[in-house]
């Protein structure tokens, strides 16, 4: 996952009925890290994100709430950076909510991903459902031991708070 500077038209450019689409891969997962390492498939199902894909899950988000803000009602300042305070505050956005939504495959990388990058989403709070869904035609083409999911009931273990997206 790369931090560089995105090339993309202004979101405050954009008129109101224009979409936004933004792609965010998930983060290094454990699986990733082995195969890296050893070049054999290290077996390991539905791996979770590693120290380092934690990170670049942060730093993504900090990426997508300067879009966010950007992208805010009233905002006509496309650069604004919040005084270099990179924290995602939801009350700079409160107006436009609706007009996000966070898709993500059922695989516990990207979950785990999406749940660093819009922890909001995550939390329980007013209209996160709406907000967020798991659509199981995201995942990835099975190439290796990793690419099989867990069972739902074993994704709502870990992600207690999903049971809707994951019924």
């Known amino acids: 996952m790369s931090t560089a ?61 300067s879009l966010r803000a950007s992208a805010s009602p009233g905002n006509s300042n496309n650069n604004n950076n919040n005084n270099g305070n990179n924290n995602n505050n939801s009350t700079n956005n409160d107006n436009n909510n609706s007009s996000w939504l966070l898709l993500s495959s059922p695989l516990r990388r990207a979950l785990h991903t999406a749940s660093r990058v819009w922890p909001e989403a995550f939390s329980g709070g007013d209209n996160a459902a709406s907000r967020f869904e798991i659509w199981a035609d995201l995942r990835e083409l099975v190439t290796g031991f990793d690419d099989m999911g867990s069972r739902p009931a074993q994704l709502l273990e870990q992600f207690p708070h999903l049971a809707v997206q994951l019924e």
């Open 5 to 65: 500077p995105l090339k993309r038209k202004q979101l405050g450019d954009l008129a109101p009925q224009d979409k936004t689409i933004i792609f965010v891969r998930h983060g290094e997962s454990e699986y990733n890290k082995a195969m890296r390492e050893t070049g054999k498939d290290p077996m390991i199902r539905d791996a979770p994100l590693t120290i380092r894909g934690q990170e670049q899950a942060e730093a993504a988000r900090s990426v997508l709430a």
